[in-house]
């Protein structure tokens, strides 16, 4: 098991689960809860669940996968213009039921590439990816947020 995969599957859900549904994040609008929900359809759209429409540019799109793959973190505030300024409704009950979905959505994506080692799916910033790019690029994604609620 590589160390992204390990993060993803020892360290990460328990760092998430310090988190109180009050707290506020350095930056941006999401609530934990929110934040939580967001990486869960990060997660969907890495094996395929969630298609989402590709954003970048194919002329730049070489400069933007260099920068997913790059030990370089994300921004504070950096945008995702399929995000509206105002966050999204809250689709689960509790931070809890968000997390318990979060576990779950993390295990199907793990299991879809152990089925499907070869696939490839869409990142709509950054193009095709397979399993030990996602795995990166989430890492990095689920990083970025436990900064913002200074978990990290």
């Known amino acids: 098991m590589n160390s992204n995969e390990q993060f993803l599957k020892e360290e990460y859900i328990p760092l998430l ?84 979905e979060l576990e779950k959505e993390i295990k199907a994506f793990m299991d879809f590439y152990k089925s499907n080692p070869d696939s490839q799916n869409l990142n709509p910033f950054f193009g095709e990816f397979n399993y030990e790019e996602w795995l990166h690029l989430l890492n990095k994604h689920a990083k970025h947020h436990l900064k913002q609620f200074n978990l990290l």
């Open 17 to 100: 689960q310090q988190l109180s549904d009050n707290e506020v994040g350095l930056w941006g609008v999401l609530s934990p809860q929110g934040m939580i929900e967001h990486m869960t359809d990060a997660f969907a759209n890495a094996y395929g669940r969630i298609k989402l429409p590709a954003q970048t540019p194919e002329a730049i799109l070489p400069r933007m996968r260099t920068f997913a793959l790059s030990e370089t973190p994300f921004k504070e505030n950096t945008k995702n213009v399929l995000m509206s300024e105002e966050p999204a409704p809250l689709r689960n009950n509790s931070m809890t039921e968000a997390i318990w």
